[in-house]
């Protein structure tokens, strides 16, 4: 639990008892002096100088300054790098140590770069996991969660990884709820929150609703993983059908969003048709229903001749038919506002005509023999009506009576977010005690509304209600939307007077999100909605909220499966015979692959037991070397003969340089020739480029440790009588290990520590008597090379390298010539070929990299 939060006695699901009181602890922020450098753990120069079999006791040495590197600075500059947001289920898994290694990686190189980084971390805490298992253990919900959250903030911690521990934020906290809260009642108050009557998805299990989006392709729960029920109900909708048009079309000018726009843009949809929410009535008395009629069609005109509606199996007004049976008349009717009549709606099971059906749903044409057929069976007049209403009259019309009348998606829903749950953020609205038809969202300034207060409640006087008495919502608020707008609250986590100041505003975007790419379509989408409405009420100035994505890949594990059953076996159930995997009590034959970690499959690793058998950096380096991040990589713990060599390496070169320095004084002659320096300079400033242009621009971790390892080799190949002789020799070795420490923090804080007992030949190749995550980023020499790189349509069209007086600083117009001219000439031939001439065009650039 959070330090010095008490929960009160008797309590299950009166969870604001544990909650208000709640106190942050106050190792949120790490605080040390680091004015001093510390000696190393070990003795250096060393007899042996592999430093793989000291990795634990360097670690241990190491590992608390290594991870409370304060990343904010007093410049301009930011960097907000935003990781995917946890649930704390109570385990960490090798998901969350990839996703929060690649994100910890990019902070501590755009840190080192001197920019003031943002890298938080929180709590998605809501949720039915947890209300589910206090029921199953007779506890407190909020006893589980917190109970859960101790215990992965030390697995963290336990990790490696920097977060900004003073922002860290937890949405069933009541001071983070309550501006979830102001922000419905802002959503309610702009009509973009409505309660309305429809037919929803139910999970059985659960026992709640769950939105379209929370239903996989089997038409299961995304939870429970039974089949979804189709009910109807009265439910808080988000309207973001209203904004899908804008949304869609945001996304055409995100490029460095590649793959997960193309993702998000499928999900959405088309937004090429109009949306009308027509009333329904009882064909017969004419009574009016609270369910409307969804209609979406091509041009808002058509509504002016429209007679009758055709539905198709699947809509929520079809129940069932008999075998045969081809048509049915509805005993429900759809007003029609514009033309003042009534609607008949018809069912049919096949429909041979080719016209377009929008949520399995059409205007019936008289132009087609198959509508006049059916209209004729059943007496309906399908002759049109003549009207003078223009495309702006009936928008009009639709959006004054709130019928819609709007650009949206052909297949994209309203996000249903009531959920019949305790454990969850309540909606802060009241019902008028005598009419539940009349609602007010509860002011401001009795905010938040506490699940304790809810249940125990019954009816609460309000004078904005006609009866003076409401009765509050017993529904609690999806977590999505706890979650749609958590990154914003990370900037200002300790403002009790507003979600967040205009000052703390300037902070974003996010510069960098890196999570699963099943974000993409869900997560992403709630998240540019809020954005946008917020952009709209004027408290953001950029409606989009993410610049760049990041979407990791899937860790799979080792997985034996017997061939002639297909039963997934432990690995300690299997033997290796020869060339064959075996059953050790069948005798079976077993096939060994990868797959997906997961309990049932046994196959998943526990990465705190990771941790303890091979430490931080090894664990570090293996998530980054087994594939690019945006890749799934196989995970195989015996397969790090490679890394520990690279290791002892990198401690073999800075060992023999301490060597050779211990008996030189600072300013020793350099006996190394002209050719052989510079041959080092040109290395030195090839690998820094190379590293810096794939790590802070491609996001390739992998690549850029390739680069490293590279460049270990060639500074390897180097006469090793030079190490301790060589100006150049020692800005390669100091760069190195300036650039490792992003990987393998601890094993370079120690490295860095060992190069600093010895003086330098050159001074300028280190800040003294600073540890190495006070250092700057090495860049190359201005007279260097750079990388000149181009992109077209997202895709990398390939990089050259260019003189850096010549290509920084240059326009876009003449960056343009140059790479058409000079160096991408090639590329341009092929696009004069085929006849593309380039419309628009930018230049992005990072001094002295690319």
């Known amino acids: 639990m959070l330090k010095g939060a008490k929960l009160c006695e008797n309590c299950f699901l009166n969870l604001e008892a544990c ?38 006791r360097i670690e241990d040495y190491w590992k608390n300054l290594t991870t409370s590197v304060p990343f904010s600075k007093a410049n301009v500059k930011k960097k907000y790098i935003l990781p995917m947001f946890p649930y704390p289920s109570g385990l960490l898994h090798m998901g969350h140590m990839r996703v929060y290694t690649i994100s910890d990686v990019l902070a501590r190189y755009y840190s080192l770069n001197d920019y003031n980084v943002i890298h938080p971390i929180g709590w998605d805490a809501f949720g039915l996991p947890a209300e589910n298992a206090a029921r199953e253990r007779g506890i407190n919900p909020a006893e589980w969660t917190y109970s859960n959250i101790e215990t992965m903030r030390n697995q963290l911690l336990n990790g490696g990884m920097i977060f900004n521990w003073d922002l860290e934020l937890c949405t069933c906290e009541p001071d983070y709820y309550r501006w979830t809260q102001w922000l419905f009642s802002r959503l309610y108050s702009h009509h973009l929150a409505q309660h309305l009557f429809s037919e929803v998805n139910w999970d059985p299990a659960d026992g709640t609703v769950l939105a379209e989006e929370q239903i996989d392709a089997n038409g299961c729960s995304w939870r429970s993983g039974v089949p979804a029920e189709k009910r109807k109900l009265k439910q808080w909708h988000i309207m973001t059908t209203k904004y899908a048009k804008r949304l869609s079309d945001g996304l055409k000018k995100l490029e460095q969003w590649e793959d997960v726009a193309d993702i998000q843009s499928n999900w959405i949809g088309k937004c090429d048709v109009w949306r009308f929410m027509l009333p329904l009535k009882d064909k017969d008395s004419d009574e009016s229903f609270e369910e409307t009629f969804d209609l979406r069609i091509r041009s808002p005109l058509d509504l002016a001749s429209a007679r009758m509606l055709i539905i198709r199996t699947g809509h929520q007004l079809f129940k069932d038919c008999t075998k045969d049976e081809e048509s049915r008349l509805l005993t429900l009717k759809a007003y029609n506002f514009v033309t003042k009549s009534d609607m008949p709606i018809v069912w049919v099971a096949n429909d041979p005509t080719t016209k377009e059906y929008f949520m399995n749903n059409r205007i019936a044409n008289q132009n087609f023999e198959f509508d006049v057929a059916l209209a004729k069976k059943y007496n309906i007049d399908l002759s049109p009506i003549v009207t003078d209403y223009t495309t702006t009259d009936i928008l009009e019309m639709s959006q004054k009576n709130n019928y819609g009348g709007y650009e949206t998606s052909e297949k994209l829903m309203d996000w249903v977010v009531s959920r019949q749950r305790k454990w969850g953020t309540p909606i802060p609205v009241l019902f ?319 490295l860095w520590s060992a190069l600093c007992t010895v003086p330098a030949l050159d001074k300028a190749v280190r800040i003294e008597n600073a540890h190495i995550w006070q250092q700057k980023w090495p860049v190359p020499d201005s007279d260097t090379d750079t990388e000149f790189m181009i992109k077209a349509l997202r895709v990398s069209c390939g990089r050259v390298p260019a003189p850096r007086s010549i290509i920084e600083g240059c326009t876009a117009e003449e960056a343009l010539k140059l790479a058409r001219e000079s160096y991408h000439c090639s590329f341009f031939e092929l696009l004069d070929k085929a006849g593309h001439v380039p419309i628009s065009y930018e230049v992005e650039e990072h001094k002295g990299f690319f």
């Open 19 to 56: 909650l208000v009181i709640a106190e942050r602890p106050s190792f949120f922020v790490f605080r040390r002096n680091a004015s001093s450098l510390h000696k190393p753990c070990l003795e250096w120069p060393r007899e042996d100088s592999k430093i793989v079999s000291s990795l634990m």
């Open 432 to 750: 008028d005690a005598n009419d539940r038809n009349t609602i007010v969202t509860v002011s401001d300034e009795d905010l938040p509304v506490l699940r304790q207060t809810v249940e125990n409640s019954g009816k609460v006087k309000c004078s904005r209600l006609p009866s003076g008495f409401g009765i509050r919502e017993s529904d609690t608020l999806d977590t999505f939307f706890d979650s749609c707008w958590y990154y914003l609250r990370y900037l200002d986590v300790k403002n009790n007077k507003e979600l967040i100041s205009l000052e703390k505003t300037r902070q974003l975007p996010v510069d960098v999100y890196v999570g699963g790419i099943e974000h993409a379509a869900v997560h992403m989408f709630f998240a540019r909605f809020i954005s946008y409405f917020l952009h709209d009420i004027g408290m953001l100035e950029n409606p989009e909220p993410f610049d760049r994505l990041l979407p990791q890949g899937i860790v799979r594990g080792k997985t034996f499966i017997r061939i002639d059953n297909g039963q997934y076996l432990k690995e300690e159930d299997v033997e290796k015979r020869e060339k064959n995997y075996i059953a050790k009590e069948s005798g079976a034959l077993v096939k060994v692959i990868f797959e997906k970690m997961s309990k049932s499959k046994h196959n998943g690793v526990d990465p705190i037991d990771l941790l303890n058998a091979q430490g931080i950096d090894l664990t570090r380096l293996q998530l980054v070397a087994s594939g690019s991040p945006r890749s799934p990589i196989n995970w195989d713990c015996q397969d790090l003969r490679g890394i520990k060599r690279w290791l002892n390496r990198v401690s073999g070169l800075v060992n023999e340089y301490i060597k050779q320095r211990q008996s030189k004084s600072t300013f020793s002659s350099c006996n190394c020739s002209q050719e052989t320096e510079e041959y080092l300079r040109k290395t030195c400033n090839s690998a820094i480029r190379h590293v810096s242009a794939v790590l802070g621009v491609l996001f390739n971790h992998c690549g850029a440790f390739t680069r490293l390892s590279e460049f270990t080799n060639d500074l390897k190949a180097i006469d090793k009588s030079l190490y301790g002789n060589s100006k150049q020799f020692e800005r390669c070795l100091h760069a190195l290990v300036i650039m490792s420490q992003v990987f393998i923090p601890n094993v370079a804080s120690e």
